[in-house]
């Protein structure tokens, strides 16, 4: 399995961005797959996951969850983060990770495959 990530940039406060994981190797609906983002200096955080299967489920955290959404596109085998209103805070790389365990996880070391990361990068 591999993951490629795209879609990082550099925004102004208020915008929006959408963080594309394609994956390769196996369909996204046989993955548990989540977005994890982290700053220099400080441990990877867990953003948002979806899991596969006839459970299909879906969690987000709390914080960014009135912001951020999760999407699949089945066609193109890839899981999208949909980022609205974004805030200087939001400002990492951001991560597509992925186990072949269902259920939601979010602990960085339930993934066994990570991508390469894409930074977000947003200005006041």
């Known amino acids: 399995v591999q993951l490629v990530e795209s879609g990082g940039g550099s925004v102004q406060a208020g915008a929006a961005l959408i963080l594309s994981c394609v994956i390769s190797g196996t369909t996204v609906d046989k993955l548990t797959v989540a977005w994890f983002r982290q700053v220099p200096g400080k441990e990877r955080e867990f953003v948002a996951a979806w899991s596969g299967g006839p459970g299909a489920a879906t969690h987000t955290e709390e914080t960014v969850k009135d912001r951020f959404l999760l999407s699949r596109d089945f066609a193109q085998n890839s899981l999208r983060l949909h980022m609205g209103r974004l805030a200087p805070e939001d400002t990492a790389e951001y991560y597509c990770?992925?186990?072949?365990?269902?259920?939601?996880?979010?602990?960085?070391?339930?993934?066994?495959?990570w991508g390469q990361g894409t930074q977000v990068t947003v200005s006041s």
């Open positions: 990770a992925a186990t072949q365990w269902r259920g939601i996880r979010l602990n960085v070391r339930d993934y066994e495959t």
